[in-house]
């Protein structure tokens, strides 16, 4: 049963602060800190992270199979040449959504990421338990995910090792990982680091080495006729994958030192250095060699083959398999944190929220890892791919609702949140008609419209941009309605509907798109009847 705890502190009156200044939580409770602190942001006894850890574990957990597996793919299956631009547009996609989680982590410092913003900004219990529901998915299955990428490498690369016959390497990365979180923040961090600086110096190696091999007529034609337009935008969607992780800072605001400050930078520093390294490198590779010769499964290693450079793609077989371990963690770190602070807050139980002599999450850390070794050891990569995407694509609708209604307080709040209540729908039916054109057949509306004997038609499409044009108007609506708050960034609004838009344009192609919204609905449901 879940307790009446949710809204957290007395609201402010309408033009005050935006955060109420409520009496400060005790220190041992790790919901939300919405009280400001100190002119200087304030600084938590046994803060642990600085601005350059906070880096290390953005570019550690976002940089991985974008570089060593999507790059690749795209480039030989969907786009060719014009791979660069799929990566560019799902960099900018995540960008435009960082822009709200650096806006509330600007304002809210808490350890639970879209569910304590949720939590923060009032955007009520569903909403709360949604992002819950689709953070715990993110977390947990994009570890799994990463586990399984890395465990099928290992195999691949066949080092004869015979206890690989029995054990699966992706549930052995899991515990690995979980083993390394109960050791303690000292232990996460020299890991994190340690790998964060040989994974850029491999990346650097790999670009430089590609670099080397350039040849401008690879580059030609840049967007094949066979791919054109559609192939880019499928590959963006593709991509996307690879630029997840950025997020994970938000979990360790308790555990920074000025944080309404360190991990607003933390979160643009981490993507700019994560979306460059991997642009980068996808661009070297294509222009290495002729991107229809690559192999989808192996991008770089079968680059420097098709070079002859057997060196270089000994060190890339080698050197992925060391420097990914550190992407599975720095998902299953804010795992741990977010079961921690659910149970705080009553949503789990209570033991969960225990901490050992060091502060740390022990049990939570603990399930967290063994519920993700299971799934690493049962579910098949492509469905925890396409899950852990939609997960994330809905935490980022969450992220960027709560910035925009984050903006009013008392009555202006309501008519906000009435006309987000109009504008969300409106924009996601009608990116449901349209997505067929920009990206692929599997979308959810054309699917319907076979069904029922039909193809999608002009007409349709004609209704979508009524629907558009009702969204355009409520969106400058918002845009009048929603003022600077009071403390803390304030991005303008149009980019976070945009970013809404993207992420809801993105969602309808997933095929794991329905599983989630049902049981997001689901969720919502039963915590609205609770
Ligand atoms: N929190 C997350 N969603 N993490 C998943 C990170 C995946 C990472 N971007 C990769 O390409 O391997």
Same mark, same amino acid.
């Given at each position: 049963?879940?307790?009446a705890?949710?809204?957290?502190?007395?609201r402010?009156?309408?033009g !005050?602060?935006?955060?109420?200044r409520?009496?400060?939580?005790?220190?041992?409770?790790?919901? @939300?800190?919405?009280?400001?602190?100190?002119?200087?942001?304030?600084?938590?006894?046994?803060?642990?992270?600085?601005?350059?850890?906070?880096?290390?574990?953005?570019?550690a957990?976002?940089?991985?199979?974008?570089?060593?597996?999507?790059?690749?793919?795209?480039?030989?299956?969907? !786009?060719g040449?014009?791979?660069?631009?799929? &990566?560019? /547009?799902?960099?900018?996609?995540? &960008?435009?959504? @960082? =822009?709200?989680?650096?806006?509330?982590?600007?304002r809210?410092?808490?350890?639970?990421?879209?569910?304590a913003?949720?939590?923060?900004?009032?955007l009520?219990?569903?909403?709360m338990?949604?992002?819950?529901?689709?953070l /715990?998915?993110?977390?947990?299955?994009?570890?799994?995910?990463?586990s399984?990428?890395?465990?099928?490498?290992?195999?691949r690369?066949?080092?004869?090792?015979p206890?690989?016959q029995?054990l699966?390497?992706?549930?052995?990365?899991?515990?690995?990982?979980t083993?390394?979180?109960?050791?303690?923040t000292?232990a996460?961090?020299?890991f994190?680091?340690?790998?964060?600086? !040989?994974?850029?110096?491999?990346?650097?190696?790999?670009?430089a080495?590609?670099?080397?091999?350039?040849?401008?007529?690879?580059?030609?034609?840049?967007?094949?006729?066979?791919y054109?337009?559609?192939?880019?935008?499928?590959?963006?969607?593709?991509?996307?994958?690879?630029?997840?992780?950025?997020?994970?800072?938000?979990?360790?605001?308790?555990?920074?030192?000025?944080?309404?400050?360190?991990v607003?930078?933390?979160l643009?520093?981490?993507?700019?250095v994560?979306?460059?390294?991997?642009?980068?490198?996808?661009?070297?590779?294509?222009s290495?060699?002729?991107?229809?010769?690559?192999?989808?499964?192996?991008?770089? $290693?079968? @680059?420097?083959?098709?070079?002859?450079?057997?060196?270089?793609?000994?060190?890339?077989?080698?050197?992925?398999?060391?420097? &990914?371990?550190?992407?599975a963690?720095?998902?299953?770190?804010?795992?741990?944190r977010?079961?921690?602070?659910?149970?705080?807050?009553?949503?789990?139980?209570?033991?969960?929220?225990?901490?050992?002599?060091?502060?740390?999450?022990?049990?939570? =850390?603990?399930?967290g890892?063994?519920a993700?070794?299971?799934?690493?050891?049962?579910v098949?990569?492509?469905d925890?791919?396409?899950?852990?995407?939609?997960?994330?694509?809905?935490?980022?609708?969450?992220?960027?609702v709560?910035?925009v209604?984050?903006?009013?307080?008392?009555?202006?709040?309501e008519?906000?949140?009435?006309?987000?209540?109009?504008f969300v729908?409106?924009?996601?039916?009608?990116?449901?008609? &349209?997505?067929?054109?920009?990206? =692929?057949?599997?979308?959810?509306?054309?699917?319907?419209?076979?069904?029922?004997?039909?193809?999608?038609t002009?007409?349709?499409e004609? /209704?979508?941009?009524?629907?558009?044009?009702?969204?355009?108007?409520?969106?400058?609506?918002?845009?009048?309605?929603a003022?600077?708050?009071?403390?803390?960034?304030?991005?303008?609004?149009?980019?976070?509907?945009?970013?809404?838009?993207?992420?809801?344009a993105?969602?309808?192609?997933?095929?794991?798109?329905?599983?989630?919204?049902?049981?997001?609905?689901?969720?919502?449901v039963? $915590?609205?009847? =609770?």
């Open positions: 049963m879940l307790r705890h949710v809204m957290l502190a007395p402010a009156a309408p !005050a602060a935006l955060l109420p409520g009496p400060r939580p005790s220190p041992r409770r790790r919901r @939300a800190d919405l009280v400001p602190r100190g002119a200087d942001g304030g600084e938590r006894r046994g803060a642990r992270y600085g601005l350059a850890d906070l880096v290390a574990l953005s570019v957990s976002t940089v991985g199979s974008g570089v060593f597996s999507l790059a690749g793919r795209v480039a030989s299956q969907e !786009a040449p014009a791979v660069v631009l799929s &990566l560019g /547009i799902g960099a900018m996609g995540c &960008l435009l959504s @960082a =822009t709200a989680y650096a806006e509330l982590a600007s809210v410092v808490a350890a639970g990421s879209v569910y913003y949720a939590q923060a900004t009032g009520g219990r569903s909403a338990a949604v992002a819950a529901l689709c /715990i998915v993110e977390y947990s299955w994009s570890c799994a995910a990463v399984v990428d890395w465990s099928g490498k290992l195999l690369a066949d080092f004869g090792l206890f690989l029995v699966d390497p992706a549930v052995l990365l899991v515990l690995f990982c083993g390394l979180l109960i050791n303690g000292k996460s961090r020299l994190t680091n340690v790998s964060t600086v !040989a994974k850029v110096g491999l990346i650097l190696f790999l670009i080495t590609a670099l080397m091999a350039f040849d401008a007529k690879n580059l030609q034609p840049f967007i094949p006729e066979e054109g337009i559609s192939g880019i935008l499928r590959g963006a969607t593709d991509s996307f994958f690879g630029f997840l992780g950025f997020d994970a800072v938000c979990a360790l605001a308790l555990d920074t030192k000025d944080a309404r400050r360190v607003p930078n933390a643009f520093l981490g993507l700019f994560s979306g460059g390294l991997t642009c980068l490198a996808g661009f070297a590779l294509v290495a060699v002729p991107a229809s010769r690559l192999d989808p499964a192996a991008g770089f $290693v079968s @680059a420097f083959e098709i070079l002859g450079n057997d060196f270089a793609a000994a060190v890339v077989t080698v050197g992925e398999l060391l420097v &990914l371990p550190v992407v963690f720095g998902c299953l770190l804010p795992l741990g977010l079961l921690c602070c659910l149970a705080e807050d009553g949503f789990l139980p209570a033991p969960l929220a225990r901490r050992d002599a060091s502060d740390e999450p022990l049990l939570a =850390t603990l399930l890892g063994a993700t070794a299971i799934c690493a050891g049962l098949p990569f492509e925890l791919n396409d899950i852990c995407s939609a997960a994330v694509l809905s935490c980022f609708i969450l992220a960027s709560s910035a209604v984050s903006r009013q307080e008392g009555a202006l709040q008519q906000l949140r009435g006309l987000l209540a109009v729908p409106c924009t996601f039916f009608c990116l449901l008609l &349209l997505s067929p054109r920009w990206t =692929t057949d599997t979308a959810l509306a054309p699917m319907l419209v076979r069904q029922l004997g039909g193809e999608p002009a007409l349709l004609l /209704i979508a941009l009524l629907l558009a044009s009702a969204a355009v108007s409520c969106a400058v609506k918002v845009q009048e309605l003022q600077a708050p009071s403390s803390g960034l304030a991005f303008p609004p149009a980019v976070h509907l945009a970013a809404v838009v993207g992420s809801a993105l969602l309808t192609t997933l095929p794991a798109f329905s599983l989630v919204s049902c049981s997001a609905a689901l969720v919502a039963w $915590v609205a009847s =609770t």
